[in-house]
């Protein structure tokens, strides 16, 4: 690709674009929210035209000039995307999610026994044990990605190409990722990866493009740049610490927790959950796919019942029947299902940000629209929002720009507890030390912050303190000086182990 320029009613995505890929190769495409990553990959993909009066650019693949109509064109000349708003469909099965629009087909009708067959090896092959037959909308959003991922390695495509893929795995799923992408590799075909988790990107990729404000600033063998010079090449300046005062915080013995949870149980998923979260503290819950991190924020904001256990709020026992219950207490809850549970794709920025503080924002019924307007610039100022303004349809800003746009809906309420599934999400290393930095002086502020992160580092540089989940069960807590990526690690495998010589016991 080369030359690219790409504009949407007159502003630049795209203004000096090139991305070059040698056959065979596993290439890197990073940048910060809104450089530009996803709208490349959409004009190779078709998804994206380049016809507007104000786009230029051509693009070559396999020698050819080519310029692909449609997401389908590319597929059928060998180009398998994985965008990175996952795109299944929830409803339909695992399967028929794997092999839509190329059923195989037998004496004219869909061979179903083959359908099943093929998508249960292809999940397979990447490690994911589930019944195909069920439909995607009943996994949680890391096995969706991926099933998204089986998808496009199941094609037989020439050129793979992964935008954000490992946004909401662990580091288990990531190292099964890492070698579906060294089989790929192997089998002579090229990958694309765009990831904000540059570590891992040392391990797979060969070759390296970086994309700054719209243009391509940097190529170069991946072993030939430091993770530093990457960074500040993709910034275009060096980044910022998240500042944080070790062991600021320290719960006052006897001090009532804002949150307390007991014994908390929910079928299928919860067992055993106990946890508490003082005013002013940061707690991050830890552990494994599946291991009940969601389902735990879920029970304390009203989204789901417990079957079983108690749970105390503001020194009172609570009971809620709904969200609508947990807000009126002063309970916000970003969750990590953005396309499911949070956006709505047509709704400006400032609609998406202010929609659940309507309620105090209206005055008589009438939205008080200065105060509404005063809110949505603040915080677009302060988590730096890539957007024209607060009117555009949030559906136009970059995958991680939409998320600041939840944080802030949630963060805009001024809760006492704040839960945060996944808050970095998709979100570039210099925005995370922003948003670190305002958890922090959030928390300075006494508020209670509860949080999820597949990134046991994130844990570590933003909690005061760590539960450690596993089986729907809360097995242990880190704190103080113990705290590190080593010691979460450990906890959660001593109790794997643990696990599995009772099973051995029967
Ligand atoms: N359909 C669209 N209409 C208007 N603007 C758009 C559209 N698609 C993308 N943009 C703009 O183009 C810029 C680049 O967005 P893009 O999605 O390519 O960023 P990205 O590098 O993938 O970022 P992220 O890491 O957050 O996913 C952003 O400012 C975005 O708002
Ligand atoms: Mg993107």
Redesign the pocket.
Known sequence: MQGIQ?Y??G????RNGSLSLQAGEVHALI????????????IVTGA?NLDGPQDAGGIRFEGREVRFQSPKQARESGISTIY?EINLVPFASVAENIFLGREPRRLGLIDWPRIHRDAQRAVESVGLSVDVRKPVSSLSTAAQQMVAIARAVSVDAKLVIM??STSSLDDREVDVLFDVIRRLKADGRTVVF?S?RLDGLYAICDRVTV?RD?QTVHVSAMADISKLDLVTTMLGKELAVAHRKAGSHKPVAGLAPLLKADALQAAPKLRNISLQVHAGETVGLAGLLGSGRTETMRLVFGADRPDGGTLHFNNQAVDFNAPSDAIAQGIAYLSEDRKIEGIFPDLSVRENMTMVMLPQLAKLGVVDRAAQMRIVDAFIARLGI???GPE??I?????????KVLLARWLALSPKLLLLDEPTR???VGAKADIANLIHSLAADGMGILMSASELEELVSMGDRVVVVRDGTSIAEISGDGLSEQSIMSAIAECRSAHASEAQHG
């Open positions: 790409k949407f009613a502003v630049p995505a795209v940048g910060q929210n809104g450089a530009g990553k996803s709208t490349m990959i959409k994206y990175q935008d954000e765009v904000h994309m719209g890539k957007t024209s555009q349809p559906k136009e800003l970059s995958g991680g720009n939409q998320q998709g979100i570039d």
